[in-house]
T-cell receptor, first 112, second 113 residues
Framework: DAGITQSPRHKVTETGTPVTLRCHQT?????MYWYRQDPGHGLRLIHY???????DKGEVSDGYSVSRSKTEDFLLTLESATSSQTSVYFC???????????FGPGTRLTVL | AQSVTQLGSHVSVSEGALVLLRCNYS??????LFWYVQYPNQGLQLLLK??????LVKGINGFEAEFKKSETSFHLTKPSAHMSDAAEYFC???????????FGTGTSLTVIP
């Protein structure tokens, strides 16, 4: 498995609080992605990064921001969490934009 | 724009029977196609991928898929289902002119003993 870790693995928070999820890789892949997985929707792209400080929006970016100050770390921030952001969040990495994506173990976030 | 359609959100097969999971894609340029598997409470793992060349692609755990351009399909098959194949399966497409993957909504495979 590619060296990808996500932290925390589980989090319960309250509506209106800020939340930051971390994705860390040891593989030096250029591309990093954040997805959310919800029943009936499969995986939906939130944001992705194609290099340090280079990021772009995905399909469902509203309410989320990201940062990548180092190659190995990609942070996803919910500035003010809402119940609709309760989901399982996956980080993925790849060498190129068309190459295989390798996934982390996921973070289960519950917003009460 | 690219898109992926997986026909059948739930598929049940008997142990030892053929597994067929359907995937159709929409793309205006030659696509790269992928199948991933997700076991409960885990991330996605690559089963197989098609980029160029041979249209029949073999993956791990006895799975294979055939790229059919005329049918815009990339169906996943396995001759004989095993109990350990029970999982969620995702088809995905990317293109060289784009910058994103597009995943289908997934097919949950149940294997009946």
């Amino acid at each position: 498995d590619a060296g990808i870790t996500q932290s925390p693995r589980h989090k319960v928070t309250e509506t209106g609080t800020p939340v930051t999820l971390r994705c860390h890789q040891t593989e030096n892949h250029r591309y990093m992605y954040w997805y959310r997985q919800d029943p009936g929707h499969g995986l939906r792209l939130i944001h992705y990064s194609y290099g340090v400080k280079d990021t772009d929006k995905g399909e469902v970016s509203d309410g989320y921001s990201v940062s990548r100050s180092k190659t190995e770390d990609f942070l996803l921030t919910l500035e003010s969490a809402t119940s609709s952001q309760t989901s399982v969040y996956f980080c993925a990495i790849s060498w190129t934009d068309t190459d295989t994506q390798y996934f982390g173990p996921g973070t289960r976030l519950t917003v009460l | 724009a690219q898109s992926v359609t997986q026909l059948g959100s739930h598929v049940s097969v008997s142990e030892g029977a053929l597994v067929l999971l359907r995937c159709n894609y929409s793309s205006s340029v030659p696509p790269y196609l992928f199948w991933y598997v997700q076991y409960p409470n885990q991330g996605l793992q690559l089963l197989l991928k098609y980029t160029t060349g041979a249209t029949l692609v073999k993956g791990i755990n006895g799975f294979e898929a055939e790229f059919k351009k005329s049918e815009t399909s990339f169906h996943l098959t396995k001759p004989s289902a095993h109990m350990s194949d029970a999982a969620e399966y995702f088809c995905a497409v990317s293109v060289s002119s784009g910058n994103q993957f597009y995943f289908g909504t997934g097919t949950s495979l149940t294997v009946i003993p």
